[in-house]
């Protein structure tokens, strides 16, 4: 009788139920019962009236779909819209939406590389980039967490190479910013690209929300790249690439997760446009946003606990080990609370954490509700 051809799948589920690594999917009611720290949702967009009715009337006008991909039907005039404004609000020459960031970091990784060039990348970059190294066909060097001088290392012993170099702006584990500033100057010393993914400090940072590189002031760059996620700050879904206009005509012609991918739907669009112009019309949401992370983090460590100190709007909290982790995440839940729980493997150094992420809309009681939530459920504490 022929061996069935999924009988490993048995193997690898009791192995990860052994670790203690299994997922699952929680599917959350329309109406959430939980108080969420847990999503990406950074200035409270994605429930706003005027965020939802512009995605509803996008769906309506343009259909459910974008119906093919961005250079055969994909393309409306509500995208174009989107482009021109994602790009001057964040100061770039010029802008591309994708379906999603992942999409968008795997295009400017993969089109802006080749076989025989070399990436630098930081040790602690999202999946997204590390998948985009690995299909590059480029050699990666994979540098110290943060270090500019790692980087300049890196490069110099490879000099003469085309090259880039890529980091987060602000890491999704700990909260922390790269030293974006120190990063370009090693770029421009050895003629290297610098590609940015700014999915955690676009709406949070810079002037008005207009992200890491607009703070560092390297928007606009013509040796800068910035990629993003419109399903954070925006509330909604997708990603873009935003640089130098031949570096956005190039992706158009030879990034493949553009050119294969059905476009991102107009509902989608819709309510990034709206969320975008919301921010330009109260950019203290990006204050309010970092404010909240602030008083999170204070009032955790004044009460005992370890948390990394917040660059944008996420705070991290150490665990003593990943099975209280597993469990604090849990407890927080049961008293109402949604945090983020990372381990290893997920995360590599050996730190156990739960995370929350600030959003602009918390008022002050759901501040507190919060705290308490995480200080009643510490472990030790």
């Keep these: 009788m022929p061996q ?15 670790a203690g690594l299994v997922r699952a999917l929680r599917p959350r009611p329309a109406d959430p019962a939980l108080l969420d720290l847990a999503g990406n949702d950074y200035l409270g967009l994605t429930r706003r009236k005027e965020v939802t009715e512009a995605a509803a009337s996008a769906a309506r006008r343009w259909g459910a779909g974008a119906t093919g991909s961005r250079l055969v039907t994909g393309s409306t005039e509500l995208h174009a819209e989107l482009e021109r404004e994602l790009a001057q609000f964040c100061g770039f020459e010029a802008a591309l939406v994708f379906s999603s960031g992942y999409a968008a970091n795997l295009a400017a990784l993969t089109a802006l590389s080749a076989h025989g060039s070399l990436i630098v990348s930081d040790a602690g970059n999202h999946a997204s980039i590390v998948d985009g190294c690995r299909l590059s066909r480029a050699e990666t060097a994979v540098v110290a967490h943060a270090d500019p001088e790692a ?6 012993a490879h000099s003469g190479r085309r090259a880039l170099l890529v980091t987060d702006s602000v890491f999704s ?8 500033a120190a990063l370009a100057g090693v770029c421009r010393a050895h003629g290297a690209a610098l590609v940015v993914d700014d999915a955690h400090g676009f709406g949070v940072l810079g002037e008005g ?15 800068v790249v910035a990629t993003l996620t419109l399903s954070k700050s925006m509330g909604s879904q ?13 992706l158009v012609n ?26 330009r019309r109260e950019p203290a949401l ?11 983090h204070g009032r955790l460590t004044e009460a005992g606990l370890t948390a990394a100190r917040p660059d944008a709007a996420v705070v991290s909290v150490q665990a003593p080990s990943p099975e209280s982790a597993v469990r604090w995440a849990a407890d927080c839940r049961a008293a109402g609370l949604a945090v983020g729980c990372f381990r290893p493997p997920s995360v590599p150094d050996g730190i156990s ?16 509700t919060a705290v308490a939530a995480v200080l009643e459920s510490a472990p030790g504490v």
Excluded: M, Y
């Design 4 to 18: 069935d051809p999924f009988d490993w799948t048995d193997d690898a589920a009791r192995r990860r139920a052994e």
């Design 151 to 156: 980087a300049a290392k890196a490069l110099d």
């Design 173 to 180: 584990v700990d909260g922390d910013a790269a030293p974006l």
């Design 209 to 223: 929300g207009r992200g890491a590189l607009n703070a560092a002031g390297l928007a606009g760059a013509t040796d």
């Design 238 to 250: 997708g990603g873009a690439v935003l640089g130098p206009a031949r570096v956005i005509e190039h």
């Design 254 to 279: 030879a990034a493949r997760t553009f050119i294969f991918d059905t476009g991102l739907a107009p509902a989608a669009v819709g309510a990034s446009l709206a969320s975008l112009r919301l921010l």
């Design 286 to 296: 990006a204050d309010r946003a970092r404010n909240v992370a602030s008083t999170l």
């Design 353 to 368: 954490r739960i995370r929350l992420t600030a959003r602009a809309d918390l008022t002050d009681r759901q501040i507190g």
